[in-house]
Protein backbone atom coordinates (compact mmCIF):
# COMPACT_ATOMS: atom_id res chain seq x y z
CA UNK A 1 0.00 0.00 0.00
CA UNK A 2 1.32 3.12 -1.05
CA UNK A 3 -0.83 6.17 0.69
CA UNK A 4 2.34 8.90 -0.17
CA UNK A 5 2.19 10.65 -3.25
CA UNK A 6 4.41 8.23 -4.59
CA UNK A 7 5.51 7.14 -8.14
CA UNK A 8 6.21 3.41 -8.08
CA UNK A 9 9.31 2.31 -10.24
CA UNK A 10 9.69 -0.83 -8.71
CA UNK A 11 9.88 -3.34 -5.26
CA UNK A 12 12.36 -1.15 -3.70
CA UNK A 13 12.81 2.28 -5.66
CA UNK A 14 9.51 5.31 -5.26
CA UNK A 15 9.75 8.88 -6.35
CA UNK A 16 8.72 11.97 -5.01
CA UNK A 17 5.58 12.98 -7.01
CA UNK A 18 4.89 16.82 -5.53
CA UNK A 19 7.15 19.59 -6.30
CA UNK A 20 8.02 20.42 -2.41
CA UNK A 21 8.42 17.24 -1.32
CA UNK A 22 7.41 16.38 2.53
CA UNK A 23 8.46 13.24 3.79
CA UNK A 24 6.88 13.14 7.65
CA UNK A 25 6.62 9.86 10.08
CA UNK A 26 4.35 7.96 7.52
CA UNK A 27 7.11 8.44 5.05
CA UNK A 28 9.76 6.58 7.66
CA UNK A 29 7.12 4.00 8.11
CA UNK A 30 6.30 3.29 4.85
CA UNK A 31 10.03 2.94 3.44
CA UNK A 32 10.55 0.63 6.73
CA UNK A 33 7.89 -1.81 6.09
CA UNK A 34 8.97 -1.75 2.33
CA UNK A 35 12.46 -3.03 3.12
CA UNK A 36 11.51 -5.90 5.11
CA UNK A 37 8.92 -7.00 2.68
CA UNK A 38 11.47 -6.35 -0.07
CA UNK A 39 13.27 -9.75 -0.71
CA UNK A 40 16.73 -7.94 -0.61
CA UNK A 41 15.67 -5.97 2.26
CA UNK A 42 15.59 -2.42 1.46
CA UNK A 43 13.75 0.16 -0.75
CA UNK A 44 14.23 3.76 -0.95
CA UNK A 45 11.94 7.23 -1.26
CA UNK A 46 13.79 9.50 -4.20
CA UNK A 47 13.46 12.75 -3.56
CA UNK A 48 15.08 13.61 -7.14
CA UNK A 49 13.05 13.17 -9.80
CA UNK A 50 15.32 11.39 -12.47
CA UNK A 51 18.64 9.61 -12.48
CA UNK A 52 20.48 12.45 -14.23
CA UNK A 53 19.90 14.87 -11.65
CA UNK A 54 23.00 16.78 -10.53
CA UNK A 55 21.43 15.95 -6.55
CA UNK A 56 20.39 12.96 -5.42
CA UNK A 57 18.76 12.32 -2.15
CA UNK A 58 16.97 9.20 -0.67
CA UNK A 59 15.48 8.44 2.08
CA UNK A 60 16.29 4.96 2.39
CA UNK A 61 15.00 1.75 4.19
CA UNK A 62 18.05 -1.27 5.22
CA UNK A 63 16.72 -4.67 7.04
CA UNK A 64 19.62 -6.31 8.74
CA UNK A 65 19.43 -9.24 6.79
CA UNK A 66 20.71 -6.99 3.50
CA UNK A 67 23.63 -7.49 2.11
CA UNK A 68 25.65 -3.86 1.08
CA UNK A 69 28.67 -5.43 -1.44
CA UNK A 70 31.87 -3.12 -0.17
CA UNK A 71 31.92 -0.94 -2.88
CA UNK A 72 33.70 2.94 -3.36
CA UNK A 73 32.53 5.81 -5.35
CA UNK A 74 34.71 6.95 -7.88
CA UNK A 75 33.82 10.72 -8.18
CA UNK A 76 31.17 10.98 -5.46
CA UNK A 77 30.60 12.18 -1.97
CA UNK A 78 27.82 10.51 -0.17
CA UNK A 79 26.58 11.44 3.06
CA UNK A 80 24.01 9.88 5.81
CA UNK A 81 21.71 11.34 8.17
CA UNK A 82 20.07 8.60 10.79
CA UNK A 83 16.35 8.74 11.03
CA UNK A 84 15.96 5.77 12.94
CA UNK A 85 18.20 2.32 13.95
CA UNK A 86 21.97 1.51 14.00
CA UNK A 87 24.57 0.43 11.98
CA UNK A 88 27.89 -0.11 11.34
CA UNK A 89 29.53 1.98 8.61
CA UNK A 90 32.76 -0.18 7.77
CA UNK A 91 35.57 1.43 6.02
CA UNK A 92 37.60 -1.06 4.15
CA UNK A 93 41.52 -1.40 2.91
CA UNK A 94 42.09 -2.53 -1.14
CA UNK A 95 42.66 -5.98 0.59
CA UNK A 96 39.33 -6.35 2.14
CA UNK A 97 40.80 -5.21 6.24
CA UNK A 98 39.02 -2.29 8.29
CA UNK A 99 40.36 0.60 8.73
CA UNK A 100 37.74 2.73 9.89
CA UNK A 101 34.26 1.76 11.84
CA UNK A 102 31.63 4.67 12.10
CA UNK A 103 28.59 3.30 14.31
CA UNK A 104 25.65 5.21 13.81
CA UNK A 105 22.73 5.01 16.37
CA UNK A 106 20.82 6.99 19.17
CA UNK A 107 23.45 7.09 21.47
CA UNK A 108 26.25 7.29 18.79
CA UNK A 109 26.87 9.16 15.29
CA UNK A 110 23.46 10.17 13.52
CA UNK A 111 25.42 11.75 10.60
CA UNK A 112 28.32 10.50 7.82
CA UNK A 113 30.17 11.63 5.16
CA UNK A 114 32.58 10.30 2.73
CA UNK A 115 33.99 12.41 0.38
CA UNK A 116 36.80 10.00 -0.92
CA UNK A 117 36.84 7.10 -3.11
CA UNK A 118 36.97 3.92 -0.45
CA UNK A 119 35.73 0.92 -0.11
CA UNK A 120 32.35 0.53 2.54
CA UNK A 121 29.85 -1.11 2.91
CA UNK A 122 27.43 -1.13 6.08
CA UNK A 123 26.26 -4.01 8.51
CA UNK A 124 22.47 -2.85 10.13
CA UNK A 125 22.13 -3.84 13.79
CA UNK A 126 18.35 -2.48 14.24
CA UNK A 127 15.49 -4.29 13.27
CA UNK A 128 15.73 -1.67 10.49
CA UNK A 129 18.08 0.86 9.69
CA UNK A 130 16.03 4.46 8.04
CA UNK A 131 19.00 7.16 6.46
CA UNK A 132 18.63 9.99 4.80
CA UNK A 133 21.33 10.04 2.38
CA UNK A 134 22.42 12.60 0.15
CA UNK A 135 24.99 12.04 -3.11
CA UNK A 136 25.64 13.88 -6.15
CA UNK A 137 24.50 12.90 -9.83
CA UNK A 138 23.98 12.16 -11.84
CA UNK A 139 23.54 7.95 -11.61
CA UNK A 140 26.53 6.31 -13.35
CA UNK A 141 26.73 2.42 -12.66
CA UNK A 142 30.02 2.88 -13.77
CA UNK A 143 31.20 5.32 -11.32
CA UNK A 144 30.63 2.01 -8.41
CA UNK A 145 33.49 0.14 -7.93
CA UNK A 146 32.80 -3.25 -6.45
CA UNK A 147 35.48 -4.58 -4.05
CA UNK A 148 37.25 -7.65 -5.46
CA UNK A 149 37.99 -9.18 -2.19
CA UNK A 150 34.09 -9.50 -1.64
CA UNK A 151 31.48 -11.65 -2.97
CA UNK A 152 28.67 -10.91 -5.13
CA UNK A 153 25.10 -10.15 -3.64
CA UNK A 154 22.86 -13.07 -3.52
CA UNK A 155 25.45 -15.70 -3.47
CA UNK A 156 26.18 -17.93 -0.29
CA UNK A 157 29.45 -16.71 -0.40
CA UNK A 158 27.96 -13.31 0.60
CA UNK A 159 26.19 -14.77 3.54
CA UNK A 160 29.28 -16.16 5.00
CA UNK A 161 31.17 -13.20 4.05
CA UNK A 162 28.81 -10.92 6.16
CA UNK A 163 29.18 -13.05 9.46
CA UNK A 164 32.78 -13.32 9.19
CA UNK A 165 32.54 -9.23 8.62
CA UNK A 166 30.55 -8.85 11.83
CA UNK A 167 33.15 -11.03 13.82
CA UNK A 168 35.97 -8.40 12.49
CA UNK A 169 34.15 -5.40 13.32
CA UNK A 170 33.26 -6.96 17.00
CA UNK A 171 37.22 -7.78 17.13
CA UNK A 172 38.16 -4.19 16.06
CA UNK A 173 36.19 -2.34 17.97
CA UNK A 174 37.16 -4.39 21.36
CA UNK A 175 41.06 -3.38 20.40
CA UNK A 176 39.89 0.36 20.31
Not at 16 to 39: G, K, M, S, T, Y
Not at 131 to 148: K, L, M, V, Y
Request: net charge negative; with cysteine; charged share 25%.
Amino acid sequence: MNPLPLKKINDEVYVAADDIVRLDRQAVEFIRDCALRNPRGRARICAHKDSGDNLHEMLIGIAPGSYVRPHRHLSKVESFHLIEGSADIVILSEQGSIEDVIELGPNANFYYRLDSPRYHTLLISSPVLVIHETTNGPFDPAQTDWAAFSPVEGTAESVSYTSRLRRWVSDWKASR
